[in-house]
């Protein structure tokens, strides 16, 4: 094996083991509460020194961030092959599947969001999530405006749509975690499935339309 070679394995195993850290500090982050989750913790769960952490991450809030990029990454992906013409339930539930197959997951990453957004020695990070966001924005504006053109949604600014369908899984997420809530939800696959029937059809021109009909009447 050449130096080339040898240099190439070396990042990949560097990667993998970076990948693993993140992976691992998610589980417990999950499992436990975060702020008691040290670096030491998460090198003893992956198996190695608590110095190795420090070649990969700065610190436990630079992981929290890394975190919330590859969740938004992720999000990204599944965003890139909506088109302009694929119909508008499909980007509703893809959205609100994404968000709500793991409630805790999103609880968890809305708290690490708020612990770092005044950390300045993450503003470049946060500056590259905020980035990969307002792709993620600009993607499900671009499918709203086709569907507004062609009359099938209420014509009004693109983000009031985005922004009712964030509400309403920030609004589910808060029940589930809730504890007055939480255990009054008793079939929560039931009822994530009627409030993503609920976000198919907010929005929607010809609802709204027989609505203000009503109204009239």
């Not at 507004?148 to 309403?168: M, N, Q, R, S, T």
């Not at 504890?179 to 976000?199: H, P, Q």
């Amino acid at each position: 094996m050449d130096g080339l070679e040898k240099a190439t394995l070396r990042v990949k195993e560097f990667r993998k083991r970076e990948q693993l850290i993140l992976d691992t500090a998610l589980k417990l982050f999950l499992e436990q509460d975060e702020d008691k989750v040290t670096v030491e913790t998460i090198a003893d769960a992956v198996g190695i020194g608590k110095g190795t952490i420090y070649k990969h991450f700065t610190s436990k809030q630079e992981i929290y961030v890394l975190l919330l990029i590859r969740y938004e990454e992720e999000l990204a992906g599944i965003l890139q092959n909506i088109q302009p013409d694929d119909d508008k339930d499909r980007l509703v539930r893809e959205y609100f599947q994404f968000r709500m197959a793991d409630p805790a997951r999103y609880a968890l990453f809305d708290r690490l969001e708020k612990k770092c957004a005044q950390d300045e020695s993450l503003s470049r990070l946060i500056e590259r999530l905020h980035e990969i966001r307002e792709s993620n924005v600009d993607q499900l504006e671009t499918v709203i405006k086709a569907r507004i053109a062609e009359g099938k949604l209420a014509d009004v600014p693109p983000y009031f749509h985005i922004a009712a369908a964030w509400a309403l899984v920030h609004g589910a997420v808060g029940l589930c975690s809730s504890e007055f809530y939480k255990d009054r939800i008793e079939d929560k696959e039931g009822f994530f499935s009627f409030l993503m029937d609920a976000a198919v059809k907010m929005g929607n021109r010809s609802r709204l339309k027989n609505v203000d009909e009503q109204e009239m009447e």
